[in-house]
Each structure stands twice: as C-alpha cells, then as structure tokens.
C-alpha cells in the first residue's frame, strides 16, 4: 500500500516561478489536505477538499490554488513563488473525525 | 475558534527518563484527538488517539488520556529510549463536516544515552 504519495521531494524555485505539487491517495478517502510546516508554527493548513468538486480554504491561503482533479488526486499550485512560501509541503487524507495520513512532505526552498 | 496548545521545547531526557508532554486544546463540543510523531525527514504519523472524554488512547508505550474537564491531553511513557527522539504534535479533529485536523506547534524531543 502506497498511502499518500507527494512528488516531488524537493525543490527549488526562484523567486516569481510557478510550480504545482503532485498528491495521490490510494486508501479512498474523501477528505484530502494541504499543511505546510515551519519552525515553531506546527502545521497550518493551507486548502482542504472535503469530497471530490470541492475545495475551501483553510488557514493560510493567500499565493496558492488547488485542484481537485479526482478522488485520488489533489494538487497545489504556486503561480508565483515568493520566499515567504519557503517551507516543508504535506499533504495529507483522511475521513470525517478520524486521523489523517500523510506523505513524506515536499522541502520547498525559494530563493 | 478551535486551537490546541502544546508545551515548548525542546525536552531533553536522559535514556528511561519519565517522559510527559503537555496539550490542552480549545473547542466546541466533543473533538477527536491526536498525538502524532515525526521522524528527522519524514512525515507525520499517528502515534495515538482517543475519540471521547475519559478515552486513553497507548501505543509503543506511550499513553495519554482524553480529559474534557481540564481540556486536556498530555502525552506521557515512563521509559524513554533514544530511538523516541523525535517531534511530537498534538492535534485535534474539527468536529464540522471537514474533519481538518489542528496542530499544536509541536515539541522536539532529545533523548540522550
């Protein structure tokens, strides 16, 4: 079982660059997530997708979109990358109250 | 809003050191909650979890109790090892119909030989 699968691992962008962030789950949730991590803030959450068609945002929206392309798939989207959005990318799944799993993360560094 | 505090760290211990990791959390109605750990360059994974008041949820020797009257739910192992060092979060499940979860801002734990 492959979980939740992100692409890539790492990156880096320059300043201005558009990059989009590969997430499949294969374990057929409904829900999927976007968490980014930074030192000392935990996770906070970027966009969620409660079922497939539909998207909102969470905690920290501002410079990203997403698409939920199916139920399998959801992916985010920095159409313009800036330095602040330098960070460690999860995504995650789950279901309606119970835990999520997540992927290994993406190590985004723009520069 | 709802929102989960955690202490801060970073806790060092010495090898089979008692071990407690405090979380208490703000929220309407009944949350699930969760104790997740991070491994240097990994991801998150579950490490335990309780569903209602008075629940204790354990794994790998480590517990922690749901406890509504202090909003509380601290991670506790009476033995630490080195192999334990790693970063602890805390989280709650938002009761609407998401299910997102909300951290806590995580606590590195050092275990020493």
């Known amino acids: 079982n492959a979980g939740v699968t992100q692409t890539p691992k790492f990156q880096v962008l320059k300043t201005g660059q558009s990059m989009t962030l590969q997430c499949a789950q294969d374990m057929n949730h409904n829900s999927m997530y976007w968490y980014r991590q930074d030192p000392g803030m935990g996770l906070r959450l970027i966009y969620y997708s409660a079922s497939e068609g539909t998207t909102d945002k969470g905690e920290v929206p501002n410079g990203y979109n997403v698409s939920r392309l199916n139920k399998r798939e959801f992916s985010l989207r920095l159409e313009s990358a800036a330095p602040s959005q330098t960070s460690v990318y999860f995504c995650a799944s789950g279901r309606l109250n119970t835990e999520a799993f997540f992927g290994q993360g993406t190590r985004l560094t723009v520069v | 809003g709802n929102s989960v505090t955690q202490m801060e760290g970073p806790v060092t211990l010495s090898e089979e050191a008692f071990l407690t990791i405090n979380c208490t959390y703000t929220?309407?109605?009944?949350?699930?909650l969760f104790w997740y750990v991070q491994y240097p360059g990994e991801g998150l994974q579950l490490l335990l979890k309780?569903?209602?008041?008075?629940d204790k949820g354990s794994n790998k020797g480590f517990e922690a109790t749901y406890r509504k009257e202090t909003t509380s739910f601290h991670l506790e192992k009476g033995s630490v090892q080195v192999s334990d060092s790693a970063v602890y979060f805390c989280a709650l499940s938002d009761q609407s119909n998401t299910g997102k979860l909300i951290f806590g801002q995580g606590t590195t734990l050092q275990v020493k030989p």
């Open positions: 309780a569903t209602k008041a008075d």
């Open positions: 929220a309407t109605g009944y949350p699930s």
